[in-house]
């Protein structure tokens, strides 16, 4: 599949580290399909380029996921769960998470799998060897592939758990410890008080793609997705989103169902709150994203990020006429955001707009999450 428009790689100095740059239809196109498509045009120095490109789009998963995790054990943890039960928690939600061979998950080990794929993948495009680099970037991707969901899966029994044990509002507290560091050294920079709109709508439009193109989003888990631009807004989807639609959609790759089914029986949501947009049957790790962007910048800021139109279980069409997508939407100028964004969250659209105007409480120090190689 040629895509007609040559990527390049440069230093973001608003995000303070390197990112794909292009249009924005080709910024929709994964990053892997631009790999294998400078293979195929025999452009070497271009496909070693997007192959090192690659495992930066990796990076900012796996090392978000390594926080989460250890976060989410901390939560269960400092909620009453002792050391005993806590490690009997996770170990029954890590022996559903074996590789597809039957072998038991281990982070670390499949990300060093996926790096040494990807150094077999170099050698091939130095060596300007077209079939070995295509069969050894298809497997770089898949192993990464495996690695991704296998994390998303880790924190999604782990979020079913404190569902299990503290409700709804657990899920609430959960995330406020959760997400507030990435808050606050991902999206302060989103604060019209801060950075005109027009600047920080192309900063947030570079790490929506490029998170997206991470998580190998579409359902051939290439990381392509669909961007449309309207008068007053971009909207971009997701079939699936590759972490949350997944979980309630079932991995198609792996034939494996939705993790709201046996043999996972983890939890979606069940009772009515702000996180969910008071509805049954949303994904808790899905639930990030309205916190992330809709409750957390509506109250320090006045208006949302993005809005949040997530899947609802049950996701099991496979029709592509008819089966969901996730949906953000990101407005041209933020304070036309209409009021039912506001609403579904149970909170009333401001006549004022900027953190100047509001005071939500200190933000924690980001930690190693504000190192600029992964933020």
């Not at 983890?266 to 509805?279: F, G, K, L």
């Not at 949906?327 to 006549?351: F, H, I, L």
Request: glycine share 6%.
């Amino acid at each position: 599949m040629a895509t007609g428009e040559k990527t390049r790689i440069e230093f973001s100095e608003m995000l303070g580290r390197r990112v794909r740059i292009g249009s924005w239809q080709d910024q929709t196109i994964g990053t892997y399909r631009k790999i294998a498509e400078a293979i195929r045009e025999g452009d070497w120095d271009h496909a070693a380029d997007l192959a090192d490109y690659f495992v930066d789009e990796a990076n900012v998963c796996f090392t978000l996921y390594r926080q989460w995790v250890n976060d989410l054990r901390g939560f269960l943890a400092d909620n009453g769960m002792d050391a005993e039960e806590l490690a009997a928690v996770d170990a029954d939600v890590q022996s559903k998470l074996t590789t597809p061979e039957g072998n038991p998950w281990n982070a670390h080990r499949h990300w060093d799998s996926f790096r040494t794929h990807q150094r077999n993948l170099l050698k091939h495009i130095y060596r300007a060897e077209t079939d070995e680099a295509l069969e050894t970037l298809d497997v770089m991707k898949d192993v990464w592939r495996q690695t991704h969901d296998r994390d998303v899966d880790h924190t999604y029994g782990l979020m079913s758990a404190i569902q299990d044990n503290h409700g709804a509002q657990g899920i609430a507290d959960m995330y406020e410890r959760v997400l507030l560091p990435l808050f606050s050294w991902r999206y302060q920079k989103f604060d019209i008080d801060s950075h005109p709109w027009d600047e920080a709508l192309e900063t947030l439009l570079t790490v929506s793609c490029e998170a997206m193109r991470g998580h190998l989003v579409g359902p051939e888990r290439t990381g392509d997705m669909e961007l449309i631009e309207e008068e007053d807004r971009w909207v971009i989807r997701f079939d699936p989103c590759g972490s949350g639609q997944r979980i309630i959609r079932g991995d198609w790759e792996e034939d494996t169902p939705a993790r709201v089914e046996p043999p996972y029986n983890w939890a979606v949501s069940e009772e009515p709150a702000s996180w969910n947009h008071y509805t049954k049957g949303i994904c808790l790790y899905c639930a990030h994203c309205i916190v992330l962007n809709e409750e957390m910048p509506m109250d320090r800021f006045g208006y949302p990020t993005r809005v949040i139109d997530p899947p609802v279980y049950p996701d099991t069409n496979r029709d592509p006429e008819v089966r969901q997508r996730c949906q953000w939407t990101m407005y041209k100028d933020p304070t036309t955001v209409p009021e039912e964004a506001y609403e579904r969250v149970g909170r009333k659209k401001p006549n004022v707009f900027g953190s100047s105007h509001f005071d939500a409480g200190e933000l924690p120090d980001a930690g190693a999450l504000g190192l600029p190689g992964i933020g």
